[in-house]
């Protein structure tokens, strides 16, 4: 029903930047909230930022480099995470999350998963 679908990632030298997209599509009668999750070998997912409701909430680890955004002119229901000053501790699995209201769930929204995009901070 629904589908989230990102792009962006790669590898960059330390203190370079990268920005991921995902793309939501499908049966969206609202998105309520989506963000960003990073995972790193060995270590347990973790959030690094939040958009919804005109709000966005950061990681401390990343508050101040990076930058969540939503475009949702003519449907497109995007968000963006510019990453800037990456440190190799950056490096991972990046995941978007999205929390969306379909046209078949009423008025409960449903929780949905990218398929991560690995970032690699390296020289």
């Known amino acids: 029903q629904v589908q989230l679908v990102e792009s962006g990632g790669g590898l960059v030298q330390p203190g370079g930047s990268l920005r991921l997209s995902c793309a939501a599509s499908?049966?969206?009668?609202?998105?309520?909230?989506m963000g960003w999750y990073r995972q790193a070998p060995g270590k347990q997912r973790e959030l690094v930022a939040l958009i919804g409701g005109g709000v966005t909430n950061y990681a401390g680890s990343v508050k101040g480099r990076f930058t969540i955004s939503r475009d949702n002119a003519n449907a497109k229901n995007t968000v963006y995470l510019q990453m800037n000053s990456l440190k190799p501790e950056d490096t991972a699995v990046y995941s978007c999350n999205a929390w969306i209201k379909t046209a078949y769930s009423g008025s409960s929204s449903q929780n949905y998963w990218g398929q991560g995009t690995q970032v690699t901070v390296s020289s």
């Open positions: 499908g049966s969206i009668f609202s998105i309520v909230t």
